[in-house]
């Protein structure tokens, strides 16, 4: 990329290249004459679809073609090359960015063109933040495009391979993705593992206390026997305790005030913003990543022109620029008052050092306020800007601080216990709230102390169950996601929408299910690809990838080390394949249409009855798969059903006139205790009745 004597000498003309057509007239008006800007509309280049497009016997050297449907944009595009004398590439500040610019490099045969070419990144777009990337441009980092290449080709790889088995195994046009496969692993092992959960049943026992003078209850709960915590087990535990606490003395011990403090968040990176999107306002992954991408790219506000309201969206960065750090607090000193700012910097600790040109996901300019760009948004932009506004202001704000009272009440040998806090302050809460701060607001009377005369008025009982993990949401699976290294800021939203796409995983509300498809394509995954869905080799390649984008890692050594253990994976996997004649097992089913007997196949929502006949007759039936158990209401059958959404349940095949149904698995014995059904619960058989509470050994199946 040498400098080139221009043609057309005299006057400059410069080319800069983004990859989204929004932000083109922006960028424009910040650049001002003597600058085009066009769009290359994303990705220029990919591999081909029609193959592999991987050169295993030439050092895996990737076959990148022109995308579909790009030809346009390309002409287009090389007609504007020719004209200007400079050309820079400002497609996004990440490896997918850096990546693209390096395709359109070649895609537009800039190393020939009579213009000297250069890298340019923007943070955000703002005038300010144009105007200053313009004064550093510099060469494509191959480091980071050699990142981009290595995971296109190892998801190339994996998809590429494995899909077929998949097909003949299971259903046709099915694909495994690498990150997909273990994001699904991870939510069948969830689902398995609340199937297999045990309810253990607890009592909780409060009593309510009178003090003189006072008209409310003091309301205290159970803790144990001294200082020794116990669990109430059972109700004849419960009534014991009961008993033996008539006609005793209840009289406080110990009141202990103290002070605690809670820090306010983090600003925003990718994977929290899709938390919180998601708890407060019900956003998916995916929702929130499109209206983020119109913050960012850059939002019509009247006199203002266009601006870009947030910093880049794909971050995993908290760091935050000293200028933003500058005017946040002088809006926080002005607004809210001097005792309300943080002190030092809210940045994690390890990331200090980081010198890295990323940001959290933060509002370009503090003074739009959500009040103020609220006329210019839609809903959706307003809600989830407003969020990020609070949480990057919050980050910059001083703890909160609350004043805890915990008293401990003493009657016989049993000990109840108080717990109170009061705000004392409220920081950061001033501006941002998150379900977790919602702490037991429960304030005390004045003057509780040793000598407070207490007099008992009643107990309270209540029985529980312990529950399972919850269902995954996808809150919960990005942050677990990133806790355990898998995927990336640009890979959590892909990767859930895909596998949701694919009918993998379907979701209820916000909970996430595993569907009947899901299921099979797990098993084939774990059975035999257990590596690719192997958490920790997942986040150990992600991490080579970050190795190849600081130089350390050369990718073809990575693609050379992975791909003959897939290779083999894959021969074991086709051979004990064919082992298996696949053909669609036939059922007693009879088609009512030919009379041929149907057979079972997958559709997009599970098994189905399909007529062997097809083309010729295309019949098919819902397909409802006994489970060798009789219905505990009516007798008949019970099958394995879904709902209309894909979650799995176990249903009557009387239905409608039998309304039966359970989530979980019944088995054929009956309890010995109570003689209600059973579930299966990995070695164990479980009384479906709580209050029975029968847990047995699972007697050994007969083969
Ligand atoms: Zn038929
Ligand atoms: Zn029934
Ligand atoms: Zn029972």
């Not at 400079?86 to 960015?97: H, N, S």
């Not at 859930?496 to 009918?503: F, M, Q």
Request: glycine fraction near 6%; proline fraction near 4%.
């Amino acid at each position: 990329m040498a400098t080139k004597t221009s043609k057309t000498a005299g006057k400059k003309n410069s080319l800069l290249i983004v990859e989204s057509p929004t932000k083109v007239k922006a960028i424009k008006k910040f650049l001002g004459t003597g600058y085009e800007v066009a769009a290359s509309n994303g990705h220029v280049r990919d591999l081909p679809k029609s193959s592999m497009g991987v050169d295993i016997d030439h050092d895996f050297e990737p076959k990148y073609i022109t995308i579909r449907g790009k030809g346009d944009v390309l002409a287009e595009l090389r007609k504007q090359v020719k004209k200007a004398d400079k050309i820079y590439l400002a497609t996004d500040p990440d490896r997918e960015g850096e990546a693209i610019s390096w395709h359109l490099v070649s895609a537009l045969k800039l190393d020939d063109a009579d213009a000297t070419v250069q890298r340019v990144t923007f943070n955000e777009i703002t005038k300010n933040a144009v105007k200053e990337a313009m004064k550093h441009p510099r060469d494509i980092d191959m480091n980071l495009v050699d990142a981009q290449q290595a995971r296109r080709v190892l998801d190339r790889m994996v998809g590429y391979s494995i899909s077929p088995l998949l097909w003949s195994k299971i259903k046709r046009g099915l694909s495994a993705g690498r990150v997909q496969s273990v994001a699904l692993r991870i939510i069948a092992d969830r689902e398995e593992e609340i199937d297999n959960f045990i309810p253990t049943e607890y009592w909780t026992l409060d009593v309510n206390l009178l003090a003189e003078g006072e008209k409310k209850p003091l309301v205290a709960h159970y803790y144990g026997v001294g200082n020794e915590k116990k669990e109430i087990r059972n109700k004849k535990e419960m009534e014991e305790i009961c008993a033996s606490l008539k006609g005793e003395k209840f009289s406080v011990t110990d009141v202990k005030k103290g002070e605690r403090s809670k820090k306010a968040p983090l600003p925003f990176t990718t994977s929290t913003l899709q938390q919180e999107a998601s708890k407060a306002l019900n956003f998916s992954t995916q929702k929130t990543m499109r209206v983020a991408q119109q913050l960012y790219e850059g939002i019509e506000l009247g006199k203002q022109g266009t601006v870009g309201l947030i910093t880049y969206l794909r971050t995993d960065s908290t760091r935050v620029s000293a200028e933003a750090v500058a005017s946040a607090n002088a809006y926080i000193q002005e607004n809210f008052g001097k005792e309300y700012l943080a002190e030092g910097t809210t940045a994690k600790k390890n990331e200090a050092k980081i010198q890295d040109a990323h940001e959290a996901i933060r509002p370009t300019y503090i003074e739009n306020t959500p009040v103020v760009v609220k006329d210019y948004l839609s809903r959706d932009q307003f809600r989830l800007y407003q969020l990020i506004w609070r949480r990057f202001m919050a980050s910059r704000m001083a703890p909160a601080k609350y004043e805890t009272t915990s008293v401990k009440i003493d009657a016989g040998e049993h000990r109840f216990t108080v717990a109170a806090s009061k705000t004392v302050f409220d920081g950061f809460l001033n501006v941002y709230t998150d379900d977790e701060d919602q702490i037991e607001k429960n304030v005390l009377m004045k003057n509780l102390d040793t000598n407070t005369k207490l007099k008992f008025d009643s107990f309270e009982s209540a029985q529980h169950f312990t529950q399972p993990a919850p269902h995954y949401t996808e809150a919960s699976l990005v942050h677990d996601l990133e806790a355990l290294g898998i995927g990336r800021p640009s890979t959590y939203a892909p990767t859930i929408s895909t596998i949701l796409a694919r009918h993998y995983i379907t979701k209820e509300n916000k909970a996430i299910f595993i569907t009947e498809l899901g299921q099979a394509v797990n098993k084939m995954m774990n059975d035999a690809f257990p590596q690719i869905v192997d958490v920790n080799f997942t986040s150990n390649m992600e991490a080579l990838l970050d190795g190849i984008a600081e130089g350390e890692v050369k990718w073809k050594t990575v693609i050379e080390n992975f791909y003959p253990d897939l290779n083999k994976a894959v021969e074991a996997a086709e051979k004990e394949l064919e082992k298996v004649q696949v053909q669609d097992e036939v059922t007693d089913q009879i088609c009512d249409c030919c009379g041929r007997n149907m057979v079972i196949k997958y559709g997009p929502h599970g098994k189905f009855l399909a007529c062997p006949g097809f083309p010729e007759c295309k019949n098919t039936m819902p397909y409802f798969e006994k489970i060798g158990v009789e219905c505990p209401k009516c007798g008949k059958d019970l099958v394995l059903k879904r709902t209309r959404k894909g979650r799995i349940y176990y249903g009557c095949i009387g239905h409608p006139e039998c309304d039966f149904m359970s989530w979980q698995k019944p088995v054929a014995n009956k309890c010995p205790k109570c003689g209600s059904m059973m579930y299966a619960k990995s070695n164990k058989l479980v009384c479906s009745n709580q209050e029975c509470g029968y847990v047995g050994e699972k007697p050994k199946e007969k083969e």
